[in-house]
């Protein structure tokens, strides 16, 4: 997990802003500080269900292994960061059917005050 400045938070962002998601494929997840863990994984993991309705199989699948990609490294955290915690996860590919699954993890330059 890298805590970025500033400076290194835009440049990140403009990279992410490269990135396509085909479809609902590309998942971001905001954790403030001393937010419990476990209760964002409890909610992902019910999110991983509702994701089973989507229609395109391709689609489907891209949603749920971002998902399970977030909920296994939450599970390695034991808490959130001095300043919360961003997770940015999903199909990155720009060849459909093909899977690149990336996850970004950082910690902003100041604190979160929202969960989303």
């Not at 994984?41 to 999110?47: T, V």
């Not at 034991?78 to 970004?104: H, I, M, Y």
Request: charge should be negative; charged fraction near 30%.
């Amino acid at each position: 997990m890298a805590q970025l400045t500033k400076d290194e938070l835009e440049e990140f962002l403009e990279e992410l802003e490269n990135y396509k998601g085909k479809h609902t494929e590309l998942i971001t997840v905001y954790i403030p500080a001393g937010y419990d863990v476990n209760s964002v994984q409890r909610q992902l993991e019910a999110e991983k269900s509702t994701a089973a309705n989507i229609k395109s199989t391709s689609t489907r699948k891209n949603v749920v292994d971002a998902l399970e990609k977030i909920v296994r490294h939450l599970k390695s955290l034991k808490k959130t960061p001095e300043n919360g915690l961003a997770l940015f996860c999903g199909n990155v590919s720009r060849v459909e059917g093909q899977l690149d699954l990336n996850l970004w993890d950082i910690e902003p330059p100041m604190p979160l005050k929202i969960r989303l």
